[in-house]
C-alpha cells in the first residue's frame, strides 16, 4: 500500500531548461508535503515544502504544486543546473507535518550540460 | 550551527548480533524521528521521540527500539539481526510541537549504513 507514488524513476533534462518532478498521494490525510534531495552516501537535504492550504510556494530556483483534487503535486526546478543532479524524493505528513513522513521511491534527475 | 549529526558512517554486524546507532539534533530542535532506507526505496518511518517518550511508531518488529537522552539526542537499538536490516539507517530532527518558532520540516542526518552478513 504505497500511499506516496513518484511514477518516473528516472528523469533527464537539459542545463537551463525546466525539471518537473511529478508525485502522487493517495491519503487524504496528508496536509504538509516536502520534497528532498539526496545525493549518494549523503542524507536527505529539504528543499522546499507546501501546506495544504496553498496551492505553490516558491523558494528560489524552486517552486512546488499542490493540486488537492487530484492529489498530485509537482516540483519544478526553474533553470536546471549540473549540480541538480540528484534523486528527488517526495514526502508527506499529516496533522501539520507533526506526524510521519511517508516518501515515495525517488526520482533521479539527470541534468546534462 | 551544527546539523543532525549521526554515529557511526558504517557498520559491519553478524546476523543474530545487537546494533546500537547514535543521533544528535540539529541545534533548537527537540524531536528525533529514524528512518530505514532500503537500497533503491524511500525512507521507511520507524519511530519518533519527543520528551524522552516515543510518540509515534511504524510497522517496524519490536527488535527495533529506541531511547531519546534529556539533551534531546537518540538511540536506535536492533536486536537479533537479520541480514534484511542491512540498509542506511537515516536519523531527522525537528521542532514541532512547541514553542513560538515550530520548524515542521524534518533535517536528516548522513546516515548510519548497516551491512549485516
Known amino acids: 500500500d504505497q500511499q506516496v507514488k513518484q511514477n518516473s524513476p528516472s528523469l533527464s533534462v537539459q542545463e537551463g531548461r525546466i525539471s518537473i518532478l511529478n508525485c502522487d498521494y493517495t491519503?487524504?490525510?496528508?496536509?504538509?508535503f516536502l520534497w528532498y534531495k539526496k545525493y549518494p552516501a549523503e542524507g536527505p537535504t529539504f528543499l522546499i515544502s507546501?501546506?495544504?492550504?496553498?496551492d505553490k510556494n516558491e523558494d528560489g530556483r524552486f517552486t512546488v504544486f499542490l493540486n488537492k483534487s487530484a492529489k498530485h503535486l509537482s516540483l519544478h526546478i526553474v533553470p536546471s543546473q549540473p549540480g541538480d543532479s540528484a534523486v528527488y524524493f517526495c514526502a508527506a505528513s499529516a496533522k501539520g507535518g507533526s506526524e510521519k513522513l511517508v516518501f515515495g521511491k525517488g526520482t533521479k534527475l539527470t541534468v546534462n550540460p | 550551527d551544527a546539523g543532525v549529526t549521526q554515529s557511526p558512517t558504517h557498520l559491519i554486524k553478524t546476523r543474530g548480533q545487537q546494533v546500537t546507532l547514535r543521533c544528535s539534533p540539529k541545534s533548537g530542535h527537540d524531536t528525533v524521528s529514524w528512518y530505514q532506507q532500503a537500497l533503491g526505496q524511500g525512507p521507511q518511518f520507524i519511530f519518533q521521540y519527543y520528551e524522552e517518550e516515543e510518540r509515534q511508531r511504524g510497522n517496524f518488529p519490536d527488535r527495533f527500539s529506541g531511547h531519546q537522552f534529556p539533551n534531546y539526542s537518540s538511540e536506535l537499538n536492533v536486536n537479533a539481526l537479520l541480514l534484511g536490516d542491512s540498509a542506511l539507517y537515516l536519523c531527522?530532527?525537528?521542532?514541532?510541537?512547541?514553542?513560538?518558532?515550530?520548524?515542521?520540516?524534518?533535517?536528516f542526518g548522513p546516515g548510519t549504513r548497516l551491512t549485516v552478513t
Open positions: 507546501i501546506s495544504s492550504i496553498k
Open positions: 531527522a530532527s525537528s521542532n514541532p510541537y512547541r514553542g513560538s518558532f515550530k520548524d515542521y520540516e524534518q533535517y
Open positions: 491519503n487524504s490525510m496528508f496536509d504538509y
